[in-house]
Structure formats: C-alpha cells, structure tokens
C-alpha cells in the first residue's frame, strides 16, 4: 500500500529544550506555587494557566518550571509547544506526539489520524503538556480531546494574555510585576551591565538613596 506523506514544517509549534537559569529573575514564589500545583493534589487531569499581559514573563516561568527537575522526574512524558494566534491544530498535535513519544519523522502521513494517535500514546501515562500563548478558547476546545483523563496526576500548563480563556480553561495563576530591584537586575543581566562603568555611572547618578546594588 502507497502512503502520501505530508511535510510538516514546525512553524507555529516550536519547543524548547533548554533554559537560561542564570538570565532568570524573580518569581519565587510563583516558581514554587505552580511546582506544587503540577507535582501535588488532585489525580485527576489538571489544567493550569499562567496569565498576564504581554512581555510579563509568562513563558519564562512556564519554562523555568518545566524544566526543574523535581517536575520532569514527575512526569513520564512532557511536551513544550507554542500555540499562538495562527496555529494549526494537526502540526500542535503532531509536535506534541513527537515531544512525547521522542519520534524523530518530521513526515505525516495524508490520512494519518495524530489526534488519536497521541491519545493512545499518552493513555495511561503521567503527562505534562504546556501550551505557551493560547489566544482562544476555541484551541483547547479542538486539544482537549487528545488528552485522556486517566487519574494518573496529569498535567496541562497554559500560558495566555487573555483572563476569560485563563478562567474558562482553569483555575488561573496571575503573575504579577517583577519588584523595581528585581527588574534593575534583568536589565542589567540582558544588558550586561552588571560591573561595568556604565553599571556605576548609573548608579552615582542615582544617588546613594536611589542606589541598587
Ligand atoms: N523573570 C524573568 N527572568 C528573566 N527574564 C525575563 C523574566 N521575565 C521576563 N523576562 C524576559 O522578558 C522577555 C519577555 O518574557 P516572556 O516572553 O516570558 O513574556 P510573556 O509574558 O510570555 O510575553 P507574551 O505575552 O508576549 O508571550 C524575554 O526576553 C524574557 O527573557
Ligand atoms: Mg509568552
């Protein structure tokens, strides 16, 4: 029998495999609140969303606990896609299959049916899914579906700008601003400011009152 294969460019479902820890600031307590809703509580399946407006860091915190390791060695199968505005639902669902199942193919077959390819392969297991930038609830309405609700402790993490899509989906997590240190201490780290000359003409211009070390 012929297959027609389907090349399916990863273009609204990226992944990351890697995270900056030195680059990251603040957020402790947020850090640690979400660590405690993946890893503790109900059996059942669990949807978890971290809302706020645009830039605030939602992505960094969804990564920064994704990959702690109390959390990976939690779950039996993890995968870290982005949604977004223009997303397909067959290259998400097809992204998270391969995150999941560590299948290499970049190639789907015509009639290859993913979603219930990924509800089998995820049947049974302890899963953790996040799915950074949601923009409609109408998206977890199409997903939700391939995520079985066996009580093995599962966990979907969402990140979103929307409030209505973060409380219809879920019990939300606001993220708030980072303290006006902690964001001296980002912009020093993305600038590389930090020691420089530059770090203590700001610093003198500031005055000692003004000062942040
Ligand atoms: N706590 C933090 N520590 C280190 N970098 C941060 C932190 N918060 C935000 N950033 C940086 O700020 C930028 C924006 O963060 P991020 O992409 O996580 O925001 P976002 O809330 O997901 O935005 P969007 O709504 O556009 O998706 C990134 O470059 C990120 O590295
Ligand atoms: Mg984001």
């Excluded at 405690?36 to 605030?56: C, D, N, P």
Aim: hydrophobic share 35%.
């Amino acid at each position: 029998m012929q297959f027609y294969m389907e090349k399916i460019e990863l273009t609204t479902s990226r992944c990351y495999f890697s995270s900056n820890d030195e680059e990251f600031v603040g957020f402790k307590e947020d850090v640690e609140q979400i660590i405690q809703k993946l890893t503790k509580g109900t059996k059942e399946r669990k949807v978890i969303s971290i809302v706020g407006m645009a830039g605030l860091g939602k992505t960094t915190l969804a990564r920064k606990v994704y990959n702690n390791h109390s959390v990976a060695d939690h779950f039996d199968v993890h995968a870290f896609c982005i949604v977004s505005q223009t997303y397909s639902i067959r290259k998400l669902l097809f992204e998270i299959l391969k995150q999941a199942t560590g299948e290499k193919r970049d190639m789907i077959k015509e009639d290859e049916d993913v979603a219930d390819t990924l509800r089998k392969a995820l049947y049974g297991k302890r899963y953790l899914i996040v799915l950074d930038d949601m923009w409609n609830y109408e998206a977890w309405e199409d997903l939700q579906s391939c995520f079985p609700c066996v009580e093995r402790g599962s966990r979907i993490m969402v990140t979103t700008r929307i409030q209505e899509v973060a409380i219809k989906m879920s019990d939300p997590h606001f993220l708030g601003f980072l303290t006006e240190d902690e964001s001296w201490e980002l912009l020093q780290k993305k600038v590389g400011l930090r020691g420089t000359i530059l770090d203590k003409i700001v610093k003198h211009s500031l005055g000692p009152q003004d000062s942040v070390t």
